[in-house]
């Protein structure tokens, strides 16, 4: 399981987007967001760097 600090996430749909973002290159990921903590966990067969990636280009910053 992958641990991200992803910030600007706000609602539901941000956390939807980021949703949509992973899933859009493994359908099968499971993820979960965290709003209090800015946490995304991510159950995928991506990289860490793919996901940080695909999140970014969803429009939400990615901490290292």
Known sequence: ML???VT???????INAVTRAIQSQDPQAKVQADLATQTVS?????SKA??????????????I
Do not use: R
């Open 42 to 46: 991510l159950e995928t067969s991506l």
């Open 50 to 63: 793919q996901a940080s990636e695909l999140i970014k280009d969803a429009g939400f910053p990615v901490l």
């Open 8 to 14: 600007g996430m706000t609602c539901g749909g941000c």
């Open 3 to 5: 641990s991200l600090k």
